[in-house]
């Protein structure tokens, strides 16, 4: 997990949003390895264990969807390359960081090959990949415990409404949104393009707040 990482992330239970706080036993090169992160609002403590921040909640929901996720997850990462997937995300420059969703992580060693890329989290990282530097990782089931809009872009790996919802929120004001062509473009998505395996769509911004008029007499 990337030091630089941790403002960014909230606890996922439902309550007034916090930062959290880092307790780390060992960081290597400002990526901790091993710590808990704590929830001031509700006392909850996360783990962290090689470089991977545990945010799951032991119940049933969260159970369903980590199951339902396997069988569909590799279908579009196999048909898009990592030249492609950095083109869609569009990452010309190393500002801000990326979240790559399940199977995408597949994607991940690849794309820090490129010339430039921003540092990307890993949302339950596929078994296998490695977290090096560059890379965080964070498993969290259903929710993205993020910040709204904390991130430049997000590559979802399967058609679910909710993971969708929670990549919406999530992704900053005209950033990046990818997804399997099999899932409906959520609300607050501009589609830009669309393929027989993935769309890419932008973050729409949200409306302004209203804006009171006086007029003047006289």
């Given at each position: 997990?990337?030091?630089?990482?941790v403002?960014?992330?909230?606890?996922?239970?439902?309550?007034?949003?916090?930062?959290l706080?880092?307790?780390?036993?060992?960081?290597?090169?400002?990526?901790?390895?091993?710590?808990?992160?704590?929830?001031p609002?509700?006392?909850?403590?996360?783990?962290?264990?090689?470089?991977?921040a545990?945010f799951?909640?032991?119940?049933?929901?969260?159970?369903?969807?980590?199951?339902?996720?396997?069988?569909?997850?590799?279908d579009?990462?196999?048909?898009?390359?990592?030249?492609?997937?950095?083109?869609?995300?569009?990452?010309?420059?190393?500002?801000?960081?990326?979240v790559?969703?399940?199977?995408?992580?597949?994607?991940a060693?690849?794309?820090?090959?490129?010339?430039?890329?921003?540092?990307?989290?890993?949302?339950?990282?596929?078994?296998?990949?490695?977290?090096?530097?560059g890379?965080?990782?964070?498993?969290?089931?259903?929710?993205l415990?993020?910040?709204?809009g904390?991130?430049?872009?997000?590559a979802?790996?399967?058609?679910?409404?909710v993971?969708?919802?929670?990549?919406?929120?999530?992704?900053?004001?005209?950033?990046?949104?990818?997804?399997?062509?099999?899932?409906?473009?959520?609300?607050?998505?501009?589609?830009?393009?669309r393929?027989?395996?993935?769309?890419?769509?932008?973050?729409?911004?949200?409306?302004?707040?209203?804006?009171?008029?006086?007029?003047?007499?006289?």
């Amino acid at each position: 997990m990337f030091i630089e990482l941790v403002d960014t992330l909230r606890c996922p239970r439902t309550h007034e949003e916090s930062w959290l706080v880092l307790a780390a036993t060992r960081i290597e090169a400002r990526h901790i390895r091993e710590g808990t992160l704590g929830c001031p609002v509700c006392h909850a403590e996360f783990p962290v264990r090689d470089g991977i921040a545990d945010f799951r909640l032991d119940t049933p929901q969260n159970g369903a969807e980590r199951a339902r996720s396997a069988p569909e997850a590799s279908d579009p990462i196999q048909e898009v390359s990592a030249d492609h997937l950095a083109a869609l995300l569009d990452l010309g420059d190393a500002l801000g960081f990326v979240v790559l969703v399940g199977a995408w992580g597949h994607r991940a060693a690849a794309l820090l090959e490129l010339d430039v890329v921003p540092p990307l989290l890993l949302l339950d990282p596929p078994d296998g990949v490695p977290i090096v530097s560059g890379m965080s990782g964070v498993r969290s089931g259903a929710s993205l415990p993020l910040a709204a809009g904390a991130a430049r872009a997000v590559a979802v790996d399967v058609a679910d409404t909710v993971r969708l919802a929670a990549a919406v929120r999530a992704t900053r004001s005209r950033g990046r949104i990818v997804a399997p062509a099999a899932a409906s473009v959520p609300e607050g998505v501009r589609e830009l393009a669309r393929g027989a395996a993935v769309w890419v769509g932008e973050r729409e911004a949200p409306p302004s707040d209203l804006v009171r008029l006086h007029v003047r007499r006289g």
